[in-house]
């Protein structure tokens, strides 16, 4: 075992990669099938998600139904992230896997053919949106569970910033494609794409060779889907992160699924054309170096001190973004923007992750998802009929006072230490 891994760790010219890196987690090879595959589900993904945003707002010019929209697609993560975490921590994760992405293929092909004429019944479309995301909720913690298996723990920090940096990678290219196919061929094309993209994460998940999954059959019942909540309350870095980021999704990320409102209002662009893509695929490129960032030129850097600093740099950027008019600056302003915010989130991920024991893990991070996933849609909710009310800049400029005071709570070296 020990030379395999010696063996994994080294590329081009027998050069060793610096443990914790990028590249040395990539030079595992079940991790680097599982990145790929899932990387090219999740550009579909994003496609979609992008589409669906700028498809419920022409249909309706409704900030109300935009969050609704987005609540069928995330909700589902807050309320079943907790049972699909027990079933991470209980059950083949390559099979329930395969099984979801299979699930998310076929109605991602239901939606399309729902969207396909010009009146669908916008009912339909949220009870498609919602089994969709039910299959992605029950896969979650599955693969966060999974991942960080395939690299040994000296490795586990780039493989985390790896996997948020594809989650943001595919911001980039699912809008960019997004922004294209949509006034060209129809949401119902795009959707149909995304559809045979979960094929790509299959064939990964076939293909890599998954360790078993450390089981824990001490409890039984109402008590083993609280186990996560006990765990969480009883470690003070736990219960910080999760509150730090259940905090950050309520009140200050609602402006990502209200993207859509944010162009027309603000930015007066027409939400099915290139320039509403490109401000997503903005958004989503800096999304991406920021989290890329925590395992290369950052690797070696406090990640408490990161979390804090961060949040203050995207307090000042979301305020900026808010008060934004010209489309020019908002593309520079928002791509600062998500770096900002994903240098900050995978900073959190890295810390929780190097911080957990692997037979609790599935249970824990079922509670990141929904501290991350899950509540967005939910302040998405809350936000929508606030926005149609008042103003989106108001919104958001509330959310960047949170994310001010963020930057003081979010000390993570006083409980860590």
């Known amino acids: 075992m020990e030379a395999e891994e010696a063996t994994d760790a080294l590329v081009d010219g027998d050069v060793a990669f610096s443990r914790g890196t990028a590249r040395a987690a990539l030079a595992h090879r079940d991790f680097r099938i599982v990145w790929t595959g899932t990387l090219g589900s999740n550009v579909g993904t994003w496609m979609q998600n992008v589409v669906l945003a700028a498809f419920g707002y022409r249909l309706t010019h409704s900030a109300s139904y935009v969050s609704l929209l987005q609540f069928a697609q995330l909700g589902p993560l807050l309320f079943l992230a907790t049972p699909a975490g027990v079933l991470a921590d209980k059950v083949d994760r390559r099979k329930l896997l395969v099984a979801m992405q299979l699930q998310q293929l076929v109605f991602s092909f239901v939606l399309a053919w729902l969207a396909r004429g010009g009146h669908p ?20 913690p599955a693969l966060s569970a999974a991942l960080p298996q395939l690299v040994p723990r000296p490795d586990l920090a780039g493989a985390v910033s790896l996997q948020s940096f594809q989650t943001n990678a595919s911001r980039v290219i699912g809008p960019a494609i997004g922004g294209v196919l949509f006034p060209l061929f129809g949401a119902a094309a795009v959707f149909s794409v995304n559809a045979v993209t979960y094929l790509f994460a299959v064939v990964a998940i076939l293909a890599a060779r998954f360790p078993p999954t450390p089981r824990s059959h001490d409890l039984r019942g109402w008590r083993q889907l609280a186990s996560g909540f006990a765990i969480a309350w009883r ?4 219960r910080r992160i999760l509150v ?7 009140f200050v990320l609602p402006f990502i699924g209200l993207m859509p409102v944010i162009a027309a209002d603000n930015l007066s662009m027409e939400v099915r054309s290139l320039s509403y893509g490109l401000l997503y695929a903005a958004f989503g490129t800096g999304a991406a170096l920021g989290a890329m960032s925590i395992g290369t030129f950052l690797a070696g850097h406090s990640k408490p001190r990161i979390v804090r600093v961060g949040f203050a740099v995207f307090a000042a950027l979301l305020a900026a973004f808010a008060l934004s008019r010209a489309a020019a600056l908002a593309y520079m302003v928002v791509a600062a923007l998500g770096f900002a915010y994903f240098a900050t989130v995978t900073s959190m991920s890295t810390v929780l992750q190097q911080h957990l024991d692997d037979r609790v893990r599935g249970r824990v991070m079922a509670l990141w998802i929904m501290a991350f996933g899950g509540t967005v849609p939910l302040g998405t909710l809350a936000a929508g009929p606030l926005v149609d009310r008042t103003s989106i800049t ?3 400029l ?6 001010l005071a963020l930057a003081w709570y979010a000390d993570l070296a006083d409980v860590s230490s």
């Open 398 to 403: 509330g959310g960047a006072a949170v994310a």
């Open 121 to 140: 019944d916008k009912t339909l479309l949220v009870g498609c949106v919602l089994v969709i995301g039910i299959g992605n909720a029950l896969s979650g």
């Open 244 to 250: 730090t980021m259940a905090t950050m999704s309520f």
């Open 394 to 396: 108001a919104v958001m």
């Open 235 to 238: 470690d003070r870095l736990i």
